[in-house]
């Protein structure tokens, strides 16, 4: 296995030094429109520019970078659609969205895998629980497939692009050579480690050694970040070009370009995104273990795994919303006609589909809690609780979801009188869904606290003013959420408006904070009301695991397309427009199709690597096939 | 695990009610207390989560969920539920074939059409002869607002008369949308006291949209249907700035800005 994985690793590099180097040289030096494209862009050179945000972001970058103006960039191609070689019955566009989105898919596991990887040793480490160890260990060995995925899929997008895009290729190469040819050393970097660190597993064990491999782990971890960052640069540059002037003439150097206006928000948000994904997608895992499991103690093993799985998807869960409410909020800085596509336009359809299937995460996450507070006979006094956090859920969907905009028929429209409804109208705007997500998150973290502490009783004599003390906690950050929402969300002006989102999150922050402190100090020492039967699930909990996975597939699969979108009919927004046939927008069944056909391959594939997971583990005696060796 | 408690309604048919109830719920909030219709397609979609809620309640239990499905087993299982077992089998088909026939059904009804509220603006535009770039576009009068508080009330003043003379026959004199041409126009025009439309955005967008009416979209804009004339060929550069102020004024909003947040 190890001969395979590492033969993938580098038929990858190389292919990714090919690209770089050989590519350029492939290419026709000057093609009639890219000198075209050089007179005209000279003629033109006063005209449009990025967004000013961009440009300010760009020009310290530019004006600190004099050396890297003895390199001379061309300006961007002007392409026609004979620029664009084609295979017959190859669609150039879905090919490239296809495997960039399935390479997406698995590297964002496979990055994110390692985090939880390193806090469930360190776990281990800490209190010396062996199973902790055990599980991490599980864990990494099923990224270990999706690894050579990964490496699969990279290479196969790199021959896309250069296939179907050498042109645009050619522009990034040159721009991200710098980064590029880091990004290829640290693929090296990172199989190495990452094979040290999942070989030497049962190596490193004990004393130091365990500290070597807890450190390698950490390395790990920094090596797929940056490659991660890296690989962010490029499509975030293709959103927010720093550094290059109206003609699309690079003047900066490899930070500059690196370091554009969406940037940091992607990186932050990749982050807790894949850790959230990463834990679903294990959390499948775990279900599918667990559903094929023929003994107790399998069950039992990998109900715990599935549940330690789903709190990682939740912790990774609840912070995302606002990750992805900053990245939004600096899109729109950067440019108003990106936003407002992406948000008031026609994407707007897609969020809506969005908050849809974050409605069935979050349901499918809590439903999962709430089958597991079976487990044990101590938590059936708090099933009669469920319905209402279930009520509180499902409204603040309902108005997570509501369109401002609505679908009506004509006799609908005729009867409202216009397009817009007098009272749900006032849910569709961003108050009215901030509102509603910090509700969603406070009671799904209530759900995540009633499970905690249905099998215990609080042995510490102050636990009613502890208990009260909580209460009063969630009381008063509601209020302070509900007030934040409706009063400077429609009371004040849209400064405010948009404003008021962060003390809300704040709020949220604080009740989760302080409730898990007072939780921790409450329960230190209770005494268990009835013993926990690890395994004791219905088979329908762990389908809510697959629910949880196959959303989040779909999820990422369909914002992966509007971030990549809303650049409409430019490869980089502004500075280099795409000529190819396929500069539309597609309408948004279509794109639905094309994300669900990724989401199936991608599910398919990781049953796949889940059921090699299985067969690694089974050794058949052959009786009598080998000749028998003589002693 | 305790034993099954005799219920003087089944947890099927509780289920079943729960869910009926909230359909029509919705329909007596909206269509009867209300007065304002909740259309058909946000009523589809709130359902769909409303029986996802219901089945996660009623199932998350292992004897919850096996009451729910213990007549369902037993319709299709027991011998005694023989003559339920057919009237069952035979409706249910029939009632799928009646919905997908009356979907499928031809009618005259115009299909429904997604309608892009706020179309995406270019970078820059051009109006009166010359380009304005609109991410850095201010509206000239606004400082006045707090530098001279008479001379803005007077420029509100003039807006507002630019106002009268032209816009409020579509947008209304009360400026939500109800002008005497209102119902002649579809999409109807704009209703400037929603939350949803002027308050979000910038003036400079505002000025594109007033200047350049519905032919000033640009195709990535698309889809869009919008019959605002293009009023540059009908307004000063001035005038629009000042009606800009006199719709926000007259409101009470604020147009959106990047300065504070």
Redesign the interface.
């Known amino acids: 296995m190890l001969t395979r994985n590492m033969k993938i690793t580098c038929g990858a590099f190389l292919l990714a030094v090919f690209a770089m180097f050989m590519q350029p040289a492939l290419m026709p030096a000057a093609n009639a429109s890219e000198a075209a494209a050089t007179a005209s862009s000279v003629a033109s050179a006063p005209a449009a520019m990025p967004a000013p945000a961009a440009s300010a972001a760009a020009a310290p970058a530019t004006a600190a970078a004099p050396a890297a103006h003895a390199v001379t960039y061309p300006p961007a191609p002007k392409l026609t659609a004979a620029d664009y070689p084609t295979i017959p019955g190859v669609n150039s566009r879905v090919a490239v969205w296809l495997v960039a989105q399935l390479h997406l898919w698995f590297g964002a596991f496979v990055v994110a895998v390692p985090m939880f990887v390193f806090i469930i040793e360190a776990i281990g480490m800490a209190t010396r629980d062996e199973r902790y160890d055990n599980m991490a260990y599980e864990f990494i060995k099923v990224s270990i497939t999706a690894y050579s995925l990964t490496a699969i899929l990279g290479g196969l997008l790199s021959f896309c692009l250069i296939l179907f895009y050498p042109d645009l290729f050619k522009y990034m190469a040159l721009i991200f050579k710098g980064s590029m040819w880091a990004y290829a050393l640290l693929f090296f970097a990172e199989s190495a480690v990452l094979y040290i660190y999942y070989y030497g597993w049962h190596w490193l064990q004990g004393g130091n050694k365990k500290w070597v491999h807890l450190t390698l782990g950490l390395l790990l971890n920094a090596v797929g970040c940056l490659l991660m960052f890296l690989a962010n640069a490029w499509t975030t540059f293709m959103m927010s070009p720093a550094a290059v002037d109206a003609a699309g003439v690079f003047n900066g150097d490899t930070w500059a370009a690196i370091h554009n206006f969406l940037w940091n928000p992607i990186n932050i948000h990749r982050v807790v995104a894949n850790v959230a994904y990463g834990g679903s997608i294990v959390g499948a895992y775990a279900a599918f273990k667990f559903l094929s499991a023929q003994k107790k103690e399998e069950r039992a093993h990998y109900d715990w795994m599935g549940y330690n799985a789903n709190f990682i998807a939740i912790a990774a869960l609840l912070p995302l919303p606002f990750a992805g409410y900053y990245l939004t909020a600096e899109l729109y800085a950067y440019s108003q006609q990106m936003g407002i596509t992406l948000m008031g336009g026609v994407f707007a359809w897609i969020f809506i589909i969005q908050a849809v299937l974050i409605g069935a995460l979050f349901l499918s996450a809590n439903y999962y809690l709430w089958c597991g507070m079976g487990r044990s006979e101590g938590a059936y006094r708090y099933n009669p609780r469920i319905k209402y956090i279930a009520i509180v859920l499902v409204v603040a969907f309902l108005v997570w979801f509501t369109p401002h905009t609505l679908v009506l028929t004509n006799s609908e429209l005729k009867d409202l009188g216009g397009p817009y409804h007098k009272y749900l109208g006032v849910l569709g705007i961003m108050p009215a869904k901030n509102t509603a997500v910090n509700y969603l998150l406070v009671f799904t973290f209530l759900s995540f606290m009633f499970y905690r502490r249905a099998n215990k009783v609080a042995t510490v004599s102050w636990a009613a003013a502890g208990n009260a003390a909580q209460i009063a906690l969630f009381t008063a950050g509601l209020i302070n959420i509900t007030i934040l929402g409706v009063y400077h969300g429609y009371f004040t002006n849209t400064v405010y408006k948009v404003a008021a989102s962060i003390p809300q999150v704040l709020t949220t922050l604080v009740i989760i904070i302080v409730s898990t402190i007072i939780d921790a100090f409450m329960y230190k020492g209770a005494k268990d009301v009835a013993p926990l039967h690890w395994g004791r699930m219905p088979p329908r909990s762990q389908y809510a695991l697959f629910l949880l996975a196959v959303s989040f597939t779909w999820l990422m699969g369909l914002m992966g397309y509007v971030r990549s979108g809303i650049r409409q009919h430019w490869h980089i927004s502004n500075i280099f427009r795409d000529g190819s046939p396929d500069a539309f927008t597609p309408g948004l069944g279509y794109v639905a199709n094309i994300v669900s056909i990724g989401t199936i391959m991608f599910m398919a594939m990781v049953i796949f690597v889940f059921w090699l997971s299985t067969i690694s583990g089974k050794h058949v005696v052959a009786k009598g096939y080998w000749k028998e060796q003589q002693a | 695990?305790?034993a099954t408690p005799k219920r003087m309604i089944p947890r099927l048919l509780q289920m079943a009610l729960v869910i009926v109830g909230v359909y029509f719920g919705f329909i007596l909030f909206?269509d009867v207390l209300?007065g304002?219709?909740?259309?058909?397609?946000?009523l589809t979609?709130?359902m769909?989560?409303?029986v996802?809620?219901v089945v996660?309640?009623f199932?998350?239990?292992?004897q919850g969920?096996q009451e729910l499905a213990g007549p369902i087993k037993a319709l299709v299982e027991d011998p005694s539920k023989k003559m339920m077992r057919n009237v069952v089998f035979v409706i249910v088909p029939l009632l799928a074939g009646y919905y997908t026939y009356s979907s499928m059904l031809l009618s005259f009804?115009?299909p429904?059409e997604?309608?892009?509220?706020?179309?995406?603006?270019?970078?820059?535009f051009k109006a009166y002869g010359k380009s304005y770039n609109?991410?850095?576009l201010e509206n000239p009068y606004r400082k006045f607002e707090k530098e001279d508080p008479a001379k803005f009330k007077e420029l509100v003043k003039e807006g507002g008369d630019v106002y009268i003379r032209n816009c409020q026959y579509c947008h209304g004199d009360k400026l939500d949308?109800?002008g005497p041409y209102?119902s002649g126009l579809?999409?109807?025009p704009l209703?400037f006291q929603?939350?949803?439309t002027i308050?979000?955005l910038?003036e400079s967008?505002l000025f594109w949209r007033i200047a350049t009416g519905g032919p000033g979209l640009p195709a990535?804009?698309?889809?869009w249907i919008s019959s605002m004339p293009v009023w540059q060929d009908f307004l000063t550069e001035d005038e629009i700035w000042k009606v800009i102020l006199f719709l926000y004024n007259y409101t009470g909003?604020?147009?959106?800005?990047?300065?504070?947040?």
């Open positions: 695990m305790s909206f209300l304002q219709l909740i259309p058909k397609s946000l979609m709130y769909v989560f409303v996802a809620g996660m309640v199932t998350f239990t292992e969920a009804e115009a429904v997604l309608r892009t509220i706020h179309p995406a603006p270019p970078n820059k609109l991410t850095t949308g109800k209102a579809n999409p109807t209703n929603d939350v949803g308050a979000q910038q967008f990535e804009a698309a889809p909003r604020q147009p959106r800005s990047w300065a504070h947040e």
